[in-house]
């Protein structure tokens, strides 16, 4: 996996001025880097979500180390994705603070966690990965809308973080609509988290679909040393002490690895007259990047434009069952 290099250099961001920025899974790992890599340069405010105020003051620790003026910039907001009250509460009190929104990462993610149901009844990974970040963006779409339409110029981008993993999702169907609300203990953990993630694609088509005066774009950062691995390794004790340090050898450290999904942040986007920055990639609504800027295919399922559209309803669906 090739990362960096003349791809992106993120010190070339060019002015962010008023732009407002949320980041979900902000206090560690790619979207605390992400959030590094974005604040020296300007912007109005970055909400970093969290799942708790220690999270986020732990955090600020390191970002205004970083960052000398970070304090009056990044903001904390609660959110915790396995509970749609949460997601919709985060969305509420960030619609009570702004009127704009110009990039929304929906970037915090788990994966092949054991077993086990979010607060609203979904598949663990399912819930969190897809569900949580399909609600919290339908609650924020009326403002990355009027955002986009503000200004001839305007540029609204939404970032959903995937992986290659996407293959990995059920080989008959790619997602199994009948199956997402148990807890579905009868397939791997990594066919659940394939799942999850071919459902982030399949959300990123469906959004470029929907709203083409926004980017949406689906990222897989590569191979990565983050805690995200921790729930695997810490249930599968000695099979770690085997595979801990051939993934390091592997990963990117998290600086490195959050390239690409802050790449998709500022890239000249194809078609459009909008100025990028510290990149000549040019970036398309509703693709699939992998590291750095390089446009990929996907599996066959994050190419079935049936299948985005029907995730999309039976989502939108699921969710109004629920009130929301
Ligand atoms: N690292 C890789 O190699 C790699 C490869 C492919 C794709 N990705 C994707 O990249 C994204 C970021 O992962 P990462 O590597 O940065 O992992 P990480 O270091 O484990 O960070 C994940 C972030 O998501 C947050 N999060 C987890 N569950 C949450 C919940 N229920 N509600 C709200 N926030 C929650 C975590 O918060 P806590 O601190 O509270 O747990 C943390 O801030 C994920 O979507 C992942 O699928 C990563």
Redesign the pocket.
Known sequence: MVFGGPAFDPKKIPDLAGKVILI?????????ESLLHLAPHNPAKIYL???SQA?YDAAMKGITAAVPNAASMVKYLE????SLASVKSAAQTFLNENSRLDILMN?????ATPAALTKDGYEIQFG??HM?HFLLTKLLLPTLQSTASATPDADVRIIN?????HSLAPRNAGFVPDAVRTDMQDYSTWTRYGQS?LANILFTRELARRHPDITSVAI?????A???A?SFTDSHRFLSLLLVPVLKAM?AK?SV?ALNQTWACVAPVQGRKVVGGGSEKEIKSGGYYVPVAKPDVGSKFANDAELARKLWEWSEEDLERQGY
Not at 79 to 82: E, G, R
């Open positions: 979900t899974g902000a206090n560690g790992g790619l979207g605390y979500c969290a799942r999270k959110l915790d994705l396995t970037n915090a993610g788990i994966m969190t990965n949580g973080l995937t992986s290659d993993g993630k897989h950062p590569g191979g990565v983050t805690n995200l921790n990963t998290p690895g």
